[in-house]
């Protein structure tokens, strides 16, 4: 069984920043694409950052330039660094993985974690 383990998240000041990290577990033969997720309140779950196989990063503009998408595939991981954090980027922030295990290819996704930003 496969399963994602985000840490990270928090509250900080406006300006500050936080590291997000997300691990995968279980019988995983590989792994695809690599990205993170957020949903702010009243909002629609969008896309923040991935990163695929070939090193290729996607950002969405919202955080060109203030935030780093980072994989480990030896350590199954994948970690969001967020530096000059605004208010606008409190939410609840989901890991995604596209993972090839025993029985299939599926997307699965991590548990939530709360990025509060104050200002």
């Known amino acids: 069984q496969v399963q994602l383990a985000v840490s990270g998240g928090g509250t900080v000041q406006s300006g500050g920043s936080l590291r997000l990290s997300c691990r995968a577990s279980?019988?995983?033969?590989?792994?695809?694409?690599m990205a993170w997720f957020r949903q702010a309140p009243g909002k629609e779950r969008e896309l923040v950052a991935r990163?695929?196989?070939?090193?290729?990063?996607h950002y969405a503009d919202s955080v060109k330039g203030r935030f780093t998408i980072s994989r480990d595939n030896a350590k199954k991981t994948v970690t969001l660094q967020m530096n000059s954090l605004s208010s606008e980027d409190t939410a609840i922030y989901f890991c995604?993985?596209?993972?090839?295990?025993?029985?299939?290819?599926?997307?699965?996704w991590g548990q939530g974690t709360q990025v509060n930003v104050s200002s």
């Open positions: 995604n993985m596209i993972i090839r295990s025993t029985a299939d290819i599926m997307i699965y």
């Open positions: 279980g019988n995983i033969f590989g792994i695809g694409a």
């Open positions: 990163s695929d196989t070939t090193g290729l990063v």
